[in-house]
């Protein structure tokens, strides 16, 4: 199927009570182990690009990868790039044919992230694009220890009311506990499943949670054992996952989880047969781990089935 709009994707998710997998890419292994796992679930996907993974595998052939093996698995897709910093990054990408982009100017003040944001999406539609907006911050709420300053970190339901309002954005990714990367709490995880209600009921529009990897304890064992170091690594747990998804999140971003699974899948084979030099036996066993993880996801965000 050719390549889709989020908005078309996201907008039943929101609706239904479900929510899709964003899953990051970089390249034509990740890419062909997402959208191969996306259709044996009959499950729409998002395949999301970071900046640095455009830089790294550039737009044309990021591009081509995703809209060819969408094509050819006939999965419902949509091409996102993630983290966008600023409107001609966004520009670049639709003009290689990104269907769904990301402003992130949440680290700006809040006035500066509306203008921005506001700017953006007028020049997205025109080209029609929707655009996910981000209001909160996600990194660092857990070393706050004061409430004051973790609250001040955490998406305000009526701020962020008004700024989808003043904005106009599609979708809205919203700070409620969660954080990028392999070590998202020193002690136990909380999310704020309340402040997501309060959000949810205000804000009509899908909401994203980002920062949303589980770090599974047999995905984490297998990478330790075969000498990874991640001491201490810790995700959002999947209960919290789907209880997020009962209060509104619609679009859930993964990218750590594959990460992982990418590294255990290729310590193992490098370690259990070091006679092992053909690329394809070690990216091919990567590809296998990352399906799997994503076949997982669906399956918890309950999206099989909904394509
Ligand atoms: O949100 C961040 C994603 O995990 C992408 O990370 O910028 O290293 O590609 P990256
Ligand atoms: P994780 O690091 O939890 O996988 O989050 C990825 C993400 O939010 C990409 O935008
Ligand atoms: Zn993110």
Redo the contacts with the bound molecule.
Sequence with gaps: MALVSAKDILVPAREKGYAVGAF?T?DLEISQAIISAAAELHAPVII?T????IE?AGYTDLFNIVKHLSEHFGVKAALHL??GADLETVVRCIKHGWTSVMIDASKLEYGSNVATTSEVVRIAHMAGVPVEAELGRLGGVEDKVRVEEREAFLTDPGQAQEFAQRTGCDSLAVAIGTS??AYKFKADPRLDIERLADISQRVRIPLVL??ASSVPEDVLARAAKYGAKLPGAKGVPEDAVKAAIAKGISKI?I??DLRLAFTGAVRQILSEKPEIFDPRKLIGEARKAIKDVVKRKIELFGSAGQA
């Design positions: 990051n970089s999301a970071s900046s640095s993974a790294y993630d983290h990028h990367g980002h920062g971003n990218d750590t």
